[in-house]
């Protein structure tokens, strides 16, 4: 059964900043795919930078999606380093 993460406080991408949510999603148990997730974070971002013209207040907090946008950059590098590397184990990865 997939699990989906409870809401973070910027959006429903943000959510999978958090890390037990993450490897949910990259498990392939997430409601929606990693492939996916990334797409959304990226068009997020752009569309977020082009609202921050029109913005009056202050930005909606980020940290959850910064947090999210991190993980994706390292997975994206882990895979790279895991087809160099075909040795490399997950609990070497996780220290």
């Known amino acids: 059964?997939?699990?989906q993460p409870e809401r973070a406080p910027d959006?429903?991408?943000?959510?999978?900043?958090?890390?037990d949510a993450f490897r949910t999603a990259?498990?392939?148990q997430a409601v929606i795919s990693l492939e996916v997730i990334g797409?959304?974070?990226?068009?997020v971002?752009?569309?977020?930078?082009?609202?921050?013209?029109?913005?009056d207040g202050a930005p909606p907090d980020r940290?959850?999606?910064?947090?999210?946008r991190q993980r994706l950059a390292d997975a994206g590098i882990e895979a790279d380093m895991r087809?160099?590397?075909p040795g490399m184990d997950d609990e070497e990865e996780d220290a």
């Open 11 to 19: 959006g429903p991408v943000g959510t999978f900043g958090d890390k």
């Open 83 to 85: 087809d160099e590397w």
């Open 26 to 28: 990259e498990a392939g």
């Open 45 to 55: 971002d752009r569309l977020d930078a082009i609202l921050e013209i029109f913005r």
């Open 63 to 68: 940290r959850a999606f910064e947090a999210l």
């Open 39 to 43: 797409q959304l974070a990226r068009r």
């Open 1 to 3: 059964m997939r699990r």
